[in-house]
Nanobody, 125 residues
Framework: QVHLAESGGGLVQAGGSLRLSCAVS????????MGWFRQAPGKERQFVAA????????FYLESVKGRFTISGDNAKNTLYLQMDSLKPEDTAVYYC??????????????????WGQGTQVTVSS
């Protein structure tokens, strides 16, 4: 069982930055690939970024490439999402998620077994 808890969301103006954190706890939690997803009101959940359990591989939604950076600190058991140059269309509830490690990273939400409660990010224009 893996427990995930996000923090760091808030209100920011367009062009600003936020860093989301996801505290990871549970047995064997270092054997999981991690991802960030988001869901805007009235829209389906959307993949944002993923990182392998080793931290070596990353994968991003095309529209956030160059603006968002996913990273992890194994010593602190924490996953991060650094978000720069934020746009109003980035407004959503952001969730971290975990799945057993695999050869390839996944953008499919249904492949992730564990989810956090979400943190709201609002970008004003």
């Amino acid at each position: 069982q893996v427990h995930l808890a996000e923090s760091g969301g808030g209100l920011v103006q367009a062009g600003g930055s936020l860093r989301l954190s996801c505290a990871v706890s549970g047995r064997g939690s270092n054997n999981y690939d991690m991802g960030w997803f988001r869901q805007a009101p009235g829209k389906e959940r959307q993949f944002v970024a993923a990182i392998s359990w080793s931290g070596v591989s990353t994968f991003y939604l095309e529209s956030v490439k160059g603006r968002f950076t996913i990273s992890g600190d194994n010593a602190k058991n924490t996953l991060y999402l650094q978000m720069d140059s934020l746009k109003p269309e980035d407004t959503a509830v952001y969730y971290c998620a975990a799945k057993l490690r695999a050869i390839r990273l996944s953008a499919r939400g249904d492949e992730y077994s564990y989810w956090g409660q979400g943190t709201q990010v609002t970008v004003s224009s």
